[in-house]
């Protein structure tokens, strides 16, 4: 199998972190750390990836976007992680593969950062926050990110962040098992119905968590697209034609068995990319993961395109 979600805050970085901030990390990411030490030790990591029959992972930083630096620390810790990323896999060549961070924080400074990750450190994308300090992605600013991502081929990870003005989500721990899928959900029908989608068509958006709510509601976004006149100014097609085709992937982080059928259904099997949102285990753990589609009834065939041969394909290993 190959994880395309998959976190990892080497050491070298955390203490680059803990020099500029104080404190380097919202309380609840720090709580993570402790709790989860295989979220700093790589060793750890490809321990738990031999039990689990994992063969690479796709490493990505533990949400960067939602930590509360000033856009000129994000942009250096951008770069000190990208370069102890690039590090571990350098070590682990045939094992890891690594997503960098932006400083979209500083959106000049993140189409730089973009293009010194792809072209220099060889990564095939990024990872960013379904949104930057309650800003969407689809802003005028961070048009410089997108034509860069677009002129590269890039990935782009879009990651749930720090969800602003929901106040009802701070209790009963729904800020992550629930207000997460919203925030990706928001953040991708944006880019679809804004036309980023139809600007920036070399770029390959991944979606994690199965996409949020999006395959649930693909019905309804259509009906809201040839409703709502707002969308009648912009050369774009049904947000349908978008969130199904070739350069959106939607990752397997569910164990709920009607979602992942719905999802499948939605968006076909060459869309679905295996994830396992480790070493988290809120969407389940990849023995989990994996069993549940099992149970989907797919051939011997999808099944493998599903664990490992669409990232193949988009990942170019």
Known sequence: MIDVHAHLCPLPFIDQAEKRMNPPYPLRIARLL?????????????????????????????????????????????????ETLKEVCNRYPER???????????????????EYTVVTLGFPGV?????IQGQPLDEQVFTDFWETADRLGAIVFIHPAEIHGITSLNNFGLRPVLGYLF??????ARLALS????????VHIIIPH?????????????????????????????????????NVYYDTVSLH?????????????????????????????????????????L????????????????FKL
């Open 34 to 82: 402790d709790r989860l030490p295989s979220m700093t030790d790589p060793e750890m990591r490809l321990r738990a990836m031999d039990e689990q029959d994992i063969e690479k992972s796709i490493l990505s930083l533990a949400a960067v976007n939602i930590w509360p630096w000033n856009p000129q620390k994000a942009v250096e810790l951008s770069r000190i992680a990208n």
């Open 96 to 114: 890891f593969l690594a997503l960098g961070t932006v400083p979209l924080e500083s959106p000049m400074e993140a189409a730089k950062e973009l």
């Open 127 to 131: 990872m960013v926050g379904a949104n």
């Open 183 to 188: 925030d990706t959900s928001i953040a991708v």
């Open 195 to 202: 036309g980023h989608l139809e600007l920036y068509p070399h």
């Open 210 to 246: 199965l996409g949020g709510v999006l395959p649930f509601v693909l019905n309804r976004l259509d009906r809201g697209y040839e409703i709502h006149e707002e969308t009648r100014h912009i050369e774009v097609h049904a947000p349908s034609h978008y969130l199904t085709n070739g």
């Open 257 to 297: 068995r009607p979602a992942l059928l719905a999802t499948l259904e939605t968006v076909g099997v060459q869309q679905l990319l295996f994830g396992s949102d480790s070493p988290h285990t809120t969407g389940g753990t990849p023995e989990e993961i994996c069993s549940a589609l099992k149970s989907l009834g």
């Open 299 to 314: 051939s011997p065939e999808e099944e493998l395109l599903v664990l490992k041969g669409n990232a193949n394909n988009l």
